[in-house]
């Protein structure tokens, strides 16, 4: 049994239409990323599944139960949202305790659970602090516990992390997706950066104007991305037409796709690779090397070195055979020859 | 500064501890012999204005949060757009006015009972007059209604949707949301709006000439009266001391909670 699924969810806001027909299915204890550009319908779509959206058409199910009809409070869905939504004339204890409270808790077990759910958080003993005293990641923190708390079939999490410095924001990804493992909680997460999908998601959802682009594993994503747009949003910052000497196996693409990092100027020619020859317009220091601009055939690719090359100097561009992407002539992901000897 | 300064203090600082001084004094200097006068006299006016005006200011406090909730978490649109236009309205009519609005709808064949009896909810024989406490109540309520829902409807819009939202996914329907989320980081709004209303009540003569024949009635209608008649400046001015004491009683109640909130932080 699938733990949420959609089908055919269309919202519309006035005359404008958010989301087209999207179908998904998410399974139990997975992590779900929705990922894509701003405005690509992303948090409508979790804010439908919270109910805060109404639906045009199509129905949700959350287990085998519809919960299209139901308002917000009877779904028993759990959502984070970007700006945390503590409530300032609560302490952290009493936002903790609310949703319990809802549910006529008794005191006694309300207070047990608050200070086991703040062990857990690391944040023990904080019961009477005021929500206005705590950091960035510590609200980020209890804005999860209070969710966390009633133990939802369902955690949604919108842009959770997107309101914190890098450093929080790297090591919060490491603790959110093990507790997210650790208690089995099916979640969904909206995303724009797709760093943080590729971290932490079982199953990558990418969006793009109200539509669903490409549902895969990150892995897949990241090498066979559905389309050149989908490549270029998740950082496939070169293409270049293809010709007769490019490897054998990519034969019958149009365009090839690759990532810079992927691109070297300074190795040893080898066969079944992509190879283009042209002079150096820039070098330009990146922390872990340089990054070179070069012109070949009137286009501007780029590429690595792991030392300075000079501006004006003619060098050899290189991308192995496995980093390249093949597109076809409608601008979509096409199989390699050896990929598709390997499925078939 | 200096000029903003000296026209605070010319135009609105010296009257008023002029006429807090001429409230205790009388003929040979000092005396408390004008307050001791003014509450054997009116007594009975005072305690009747503090329960109008209590009584008022519950109604109002009710209607305001009821109207503002409905426009913040309201589900219907339509129903939210309408009640936002129409609710403003008594805003902009005068106390004057309003007061001759209620003497005809509140009377005994007023448009109130009319309408009741022509329903057959009330016989004709059981209809009474309420150009009594009770239409004070209801005049005061209906005019400082919409300007007490305006302020509260503007604090209420400006706490985060999140905030309600995250209490309805949590398991609160609307009205717990609104009880327990939007009011309270409103309230000190509401403070205000109550506080500013009661002096409004205080202040107001035509209301209380135009509805209440006899006695007991509201402070303003006697200081009127004692100047009017006797020119005795010093019981009015007694009169109005009882006004500042209520209005300041109030917002120092006020103070007091939003401290000891601030303080709880």
């Known amino acids: 049994m699938n733990a949420l699924s959609l089908s055919e969810v269309t919202v519309d806001l006035g005359p404008r239409r958010i989301l087209e027909r999207i179908n998904l299915v998410v399974t139990p204890g997975s992590f779900t990323c929705l990922l894509g550009p701003s405005g690509c319908g992303k948090t409508t779509l979790l804010r439908a599944i919270a109910g805060f959206t109404p639906l045009s058409s199509g129905d949700i199910r959350l287990g085998e139960r519809s919960i299209t009809e139901l308002p917000p409070e009877k779904r028993h869905t759990a959502m984070v949202f970007q700006s945390y939504a503590l409530w300032p004339h609560m302490n952290v204890g009493d936002n903790l305790a609310y949703p319990l409270k809802l549910r006529g808790i008794p005191k006694d077990e309300r207070t047990q659970r608050v200070a086991t759910m703040l062990e857990r958080l690391a944040l023990g003993g904080f019961e009477h602090r005021s929500v206005t005293q705590l950091s960035g990641g510590q609200r980020q923190r209890i804005a999860l516990g209070r969710a966390l708390i009633i133990d939802p079939p369902l955690l949604l999490l919108d842009e959770p992390l997107s309101n914190l410095d890098a450093s929080i924001r790297r090591s919060l990804r490491g603790e959110l997706r093990q507790l997210q493992k650790s208690l089995g909680l099916t979640t969904v997460m909206v995303t724009h950066d797709q760093e943080e999908a590729l971290q932490m998601a079982d199953q990558i959802v990418l969006m793009r104007e109200g539509h669903i682009v490409q549902v895969a594993p990150p892995a897949s994503l990241y090498q066979q991305p559905a389309d050149l747009e989908a490549a270029r949003f998740l950082g496939v910052d070169n293409t270049v037409a293809c010709s007769p000497q490019d490897p054998s196996a990519l034969a019958g693409a149009k365009t090839l796709g690759f990532r810079t990092r992927e691109a070297r100027v300074d190795v040893a020619p080898s066969v079944n690779a992509l190879v283009r020859r042209g002079q150096v317009t820039e070098c330009v220091y990146t922390g872990d090397g340089y990054q070179i601009g070069v012109t070949a055939n009137d286009q501007t690719l780029f590429a690595t070195a792991r030392t300075p090359v000079e501006a004006g100097r003619f060098v050899t561009l290189q991308v192995p055979e496995s980093a390249l992407i093949p597109f076809g002539p409608d601008h979509r992901y096409m199989p390699s020859l050896n990929a598709q000897e390997h499925t078939a | ?265």
């Open chain 2, 1 to 265: 500064m200096f000029p903003a300064m000296t026209a605070v203090v010319l135009l609105y600082a010296l009257p008023l501890v002029r006429s807090l001084a001429s409230a205790f004094h009388g003929d040979d200097g000092l005396t408390v012999a004008h307050v001791v006068r003014a509450f054997t006299l009116y007594g009975r006016d005072v305690a009747f204005s503090i329960g109008v005006s209590l009584g008022a200011l519950v109604l109002i406090a009710i209607a305001s949060i009821a109207i503002a909730g409905y426009l913040t978490l309201g589900a219907t649109r339509w129903a939210v757009r309408v009640l936002r236009w129409l609710y403003r309205w008594p805003l902009f009519i005068p106390f004057v006015v309003a007061g001759q609005l209620s003497r005809s709808f509140l009377s005994t064949n007023g448009m109130m009972n009319t309408v009741l009896i022509e329903t057959g909810l009330l016989s004709a024989q059981s209809a009474q007059s309420f150009l009594d406490w009770r239409g004070l109540i209801l005049t005061f309520a209906w005019k400082q209604i919409p300007f007490v829902t305006l302020l509260l409807a503007g604090a209420m819009a400006a706490v985060e949707p999140s905030h309600s939202e995250a209490a309805r996914n949590l398991g609160a329907g609307r009205l717990r949301a609104l009880f327990h989320i939007v009011l309270p980081q409103a309230a000190p709004t509401l403070w205000v709006g109550l506080i500013l209303s009661l002096v409004a009540m205080l202040s107001v003569l035509s209301v209380p000439m135009m509805l209440i024949a006899g006695n007991p009635t509201m402070m303003t209608s006697m200081m009127a009266h004692r100047i009017t008649y006797y020119g005795d400046y010093g019981v009015a001015n007694a009169l109005g001391l009882f006004s500042y004491a209520l209005t300041a009683v109030t917002a120092w109640v006020y103070l007091r909670l939003t401290l000891a909130r601030e303080t709880q932080r």
